[in-house]
């Protein structure tokens, strides 16, 4: 499985709303990431988790806040969002040795 | 920080001619450089990637070049075929797992048949 699931593909929320993106890997990675991407823009580092430990916050706003349950799954829950935080989403992973493997993204609204 | 400029943001080429994307970087820290390819609507994909400890690498159509001393590296792509194009980014960064990656900005390349 060299396959990295992203849920949920779209999602739109109210400024006031609370959500969570799900990302999962099977493939054994230690390190995990979550990048934000614009339309026409590369991808934005926003976390990385080592060994299920938070390694790299580019210093990303307290609305967004990443969680790493175990060494398969990674979690961003989503607070009191603006209308610039609409973006696609990607989770990816990687382990020593090994290229990053990015997810489908999940495609956010904030209306 | 890591700084990588990419050019051009836009190459139109014809169908089986060849395309270069051409990428610097500024911190001779780095020592891994990935390309990726992106269509639209899809997730980034890794198409070709380079060690600093090698100059040029070869896969099929795509090869990357690595200059060191000038902190610059290339992908090149020949016999383009309509189903190349998409957004192509070049990145920069140090190889182990957990590190950051520094993305150039894109280049969107057409291959028109």
């Known amino acids: 499985d060299t396959e990295v699931t992203q849920t949920p593909k779209h999602l739109v929320m109210g400024m006031t709303n609370k959500k969570s993106l799900k990302c999962e890997q099977h493939m054994g990675h230690r390190a995990m990431y979550w990048y934000k991407q614009k339309a026409k823009k590369p991808p934005e580092l926003m976390f990385v988790?080592?060994?299920?430990?938070?390694?790299i916050n580019e210093s990303v706003p307290s609305r967004f806040s990443p969680e790493c349950p175990n060494s398969s799954l990674l979690n961003l829950h989503l607070h009191a969002l603006q209308p610039e935080d609409s973006a696609l989403y990607l989770c990816?992973?990687?382990?020593?040795?090994?290229?990053?493997?990015f997810g489908s993204g999940t495609q956010l609204s904030v209306l | 920080g890591e700084n990588v400029e990419q050019h051009p943001s836009t190459l139109s080429v014809q169908e089986g001619d060849s395309a270069v994307i051409k990428c610097t970087y500024s911190?001779?820290?780095?020592?891994?450089f990935p390309w990726y390819k992106q269509e639209l609507g899809k997730r980034p994909q890794l198409i070709i990637d380079?060690?600093?400890?090698?100059g040029e690498k070869k896969d099929q159509r795509i090869a990357v070049t690595l200059n060191k001393t000038a902190k610059h590296f290339s992908l090149h792509i020949t016999e383009t075929q309509p189903e190349d194009s998409a957004v192509y980014f070049c990145a920069a960064g140090q190889w182990a797992a957990g590190n950051k990656l520094t993305f150039g900005g894109g280049t969107r390349v057409l291959v028109k048949p």
């Open positions: 380079i060690r600093s400890n090698v």
């Open positions: 990816a992973s990687s382990q020593e040795g090994t290229e990053r493997f």
């Open positions: 911190d001779s820290a780095s020592n891994y």
């Open positions: 988790y080592s060994y299920e430990k938070l390694s």
